[in-house]
RNA sequence: GCUGCCGUAGCUCAGUCGGUAGAGCAUCUCCAUGGUAAGGAGAAGGUCGCCGGUUCGAUUCCGGCCGGCAGCUCCA
């Protein structure tokens, strides 16, 4: 046996698990599943033959996913210790927590949660062997049958021939699966239950509505405790209740899925424009607005119509049907349509912010994060087929430049054709060669997605992490051979021939209103000062010095910052405590100590007393923060950029 | 769109086993002019999501619809 402490010759039928004995103790201890050439298998797999043996411990992820899935059979026990009527489906583990799909005699809530969490702990600290058998389909049946497991038995029946049928017994319960498992119950320790929903049998409208049940689990206690902060801390910053709270802006029913802006939340909005608008016209983009409302005929040209009708506000007017724009591509190719273009033209960069609309189905919306209504920093490149390596990595570029600002780091996906696709299989490969091959030379890595694409083309996906470390898909790259042959476009070559251009279709924010509540979040609410919808607040401490505080104020807005004056009759105190909940960067208290020297004192969020200074030395101070575009503290010294 | 849950004042929530509702914060008025996270007093504020049914009477029970939340599915 090869393993990765030495070479060991051992009988035939040695298990993993005693090859561990002379194992570093480390790995001997957190050793979850062995890796027998290449096949993950239990610990007290017998071996064979020669092989090569790994182990996984929790820092793998496929360990994690071994470790998660042995929890939900955790949980499953406890279940059956008491409801022993309730059901089992399935209980996968997903990227950091697991589910259970359990048909419970009568549905439970989360109130029920405590009680079976206790249980588990139990059969944990009874730390019962997990054994794996092999048992007849028959047997199988048989006993799935005879326990009262309708779902078990049908998985038994789906399994195909010849696949071994595989049951994992801990104590006296038993569980239909392909294991492998950790070597006893004991191992989980660390695991927390933390919400049910509904779903689907197999997850198929009309089948029956079974009860989920997701929970975690670590290795480590501090693990599962920085998770359950993470959750608890996302909750608290949660852009939907932010938002409202900070005056950013709200929903309404008369509206759904369309965000009311208020006027802060615009200010917001409009200095996410400014930056973008900043990087891109020095990347050679032009900004144009186009229609938002087009005969269906455009659709039908530019493929939407058959692939994207669904999503699309329509509405028919004098006999004819029109559709408010989802995306500005059809637009920017009529632009592009209306001259003569030549080879010396191209890339030819459109931006363009107007709004857009997607009708996304009722159950889907989210707050900022998933609307009907929303712009983007989008833009259409009408390029010859050789400048594609270089545009992708121009745009690439934009992508550093733009999340570097935030200290979001970000990977890259790669995603293929989908099911519902536009055009000839050949060209898609090629695109897609063409984006892989792009993304080598600037030697950035990615992963693929297959058939995540867009259903004109191929796509890079940008995935930026956020300050808890959640990831938003965000940035879009997407390769385009289709429309530019629907619409019929042509540009002039260098040899006088007339030829076909790429399209590639981008955006850096993606949707500025999602982009939004991802910054609110990211930053819980506290902007940097280039963002922060109000910049400074004076604060007066006594009515004689309302009329200071008003010309100081507006001598700040004219240096172009943005300044509110709370001049009410109420204490420092509570002003303090007001500016400091609205989350205002600058509090400028105002007393007659100040007002009689032209001075403003200065205290920064969280209570930092930057002493007095003049009016305008403040307004430098702040106006080359707000130029440098520079992060609050916590944020300051985070690695930007690539996240590999 | 589907499943489950929810919808009472601007916000957070209580309450009515069927007899048209209450607290804190916010708002307004008055007193207090106070130096770095809540000064005091008073007032005003609700078609109890919308429509229908049952009932002498519905915010409460029932049904439908709308919206929200957790998921499923889908995605910027």
Redesign the pocket.
């Known amino acids: 046996m090869r393993l990765p402490f030495g070479e060991r010759r051992v009988p035939r039928g040695t298990r993993p698990a005693e090859l561990l004995r002379e194992a570093p103790a480390d790995l001997a201890r957190r050793a979850l599943v062995a890796v027998v050439d290449g096949e993950v298998v239990d610990l007290a797999r017998p071996l064979e033959r020669d092989a090569e043996v790994r182990f996984l411990t929790f820092d793998d992820e496929a360990g994690r996913a071994v470790f998660r899935h042995s929890t939900t059979h955790l949980l499953a026990q406890a279940v059956k210790r008491l409801y022993p009527e309730a059901r089992l489906a399935t209980g996968p583990a997903l990227a950091d927590r697991f589910y259970y799909d359990i048909q419970f005699p009568e549905?439970i809530g989360e109130a029920d949660l405590a009680r079976i969490e206790a249980e588990m702990a139990k059969v944990a600290a009874e730390d019962l062997p997990i054994v794996r058998e092999e048992w007849s389909r028959e047997a199988a049946r048989a006993f799935f049958a005879e326990r009262g497991e309708p779902f078990k038995v049908e998985i038994v029946d789906e399994i195909p021939e010849g696949q071994p049928i595989s049951v994992y017994r801990q104590g006296e319960f038993v569980d239909l699966c392909r294991g492998p498992h950790v070597p006893s119950t004991g191992r989980l320790r660390h695991f927390k239950l933390l919400?049910?929903?509904?779903?689907?049998w197999r997850?198929v409208?009309?089948n029956p509505?079974l009860q989920?049940v997701?929970g975690t689990s670590f290795e480590r206690r501090e693990d599962l405790d920085r998770y359950l902060w993470v959750r608890e801390e996302a909750r608290r910053r949660?852009h939907?209740?932010l938002g409202?709270?900070l005056d950013l802006f709200s929903?309404h029913?008369e509206a759904?899925?369309f965000a009311f802006w208020r006027p802060k939340g615009w200010v917001l909005f409009r200095e996410l424009e400014r930056l973008s608008r900043e990087v891109q016209e020095r990347h050679g983009y032009e900004e144009v607005r186009t229609p938002y409302i087009y005969r269906a005929e455009l659709w039908k040209v530019s493929g939407h119509w058959e692939h994207y009708r669904d999503?699309m506000f329509l509405s028919e007017r004098e006999g004819e049907v029109f559709g408010f724009k989802p995306m500005n591509c059809p637009g920017h190719c009529l632009l592009f349509a209306e001259k003569v273009r030549s080879y010396r033209d191209l890339p030819l960069r459109i931006a363009e912010y107007g709004p857009l609309a997607?009708c996304?189905?009722?159950?889907?919306?989210?707050?900022l994060?998933?609307?009907?209504g929303?712009h983007?920093d989008d833009a259409h490149l009408f390029l010859r087929e050789d400048q594609i390596a270089d545009e992708i990595a121009d745009v690439v570029a934009i992508v550093d430049e733009i999340y570097g600002v935030f200290a979001m780091p970000y990977r890259i996906v790669l995603s293929t054709r989908?099911e519902d696709f536009m055009g000839e299989p050949e060209l898609w490969e090629r695109a897609e060669a063409q984006l892989a091959e792009a993304l080598d030379r600037i030697g950035r890595p990615y992963r693929l997605n297959p058939g995540?694409g867009?259903f004109y083309g191929p796509?890079l996906?940008f995935y930026v992490t956020d300050a808890l470390g959640r990831e938003w898909?965000?940035a879009?790259v997407q390769l385009d051979f289709q429309m530019p042959i629907q619409f019929g476009l042509r540009y002039v070559a260098s040899d006088g021939r007339e030829r076909t251009p790429v399209m590639i279709h981008r955006?850096i924010l993606?949707?500025i209103?999602?982009?939004t509540g991802i910054l609110v979040e990211h930053f819980a609410g506290d902007f940097p000062l280039w963002l922060a919808p109000v910049q400074a607040r004076v604060l007066?401490?006594?009515?004689?010095v309302a009329a200071y505080a008003r010309e100081a104020a507006a001598a700040l807005r004219a240096a172009g910052l943005r300044v509110e004056v709370d001049d009410r009759?109420?204490?420092?105190?509570?002003k303090?405590?007001d500016a400091?909940?609205a989350k205002v960067p600058y509090?400028l208290?105002?007393?007659?100590?100040?007002a009689e020297a032209g001075e403003l004192?200065v205290?920064a969020r969280?209570?930092e007393?930057l002493g007095?200074m003049t009016v305008a030395a403040f307004a430098e101070r702040a106006l080359d923060e707000v130029r440098s575009r520079r992060l609050p503290g916590a944020l300051a010294g985070r690695e930007a950029g690539e996240a590999g």
């Not at 919400?195 to 689907?200: D, E, R, S």
């Not at 996304?360 to 707050?367: D, K, Q, V």
């Not at 007066?540 to 004689?544: M, N, Y």
Request: hydrophobic share 25%.
């Open positions: 549905p919400n049910v929903a509904g779903a689907y997850g409208e009309g509505v989920r997701y949660d939907r209740r409202p709270e929903f029913d759904p899925g999503n997607r996304e189905r009722s159950g889907t919306l989210h707050g994060l998933r609307v009907r929303f983007q989908p995540d867009a796509k996906d898909q965000t879009t955006a993606g949707s209103e999602r982009f007066t401490i006594s009515d004689e009759g109420e204490k420092i105190g509570l303090i405590r400091e909940t509090m208290v105002v007393g007659r100590r100040e004192a205290r969280k209570g007393n007095a």
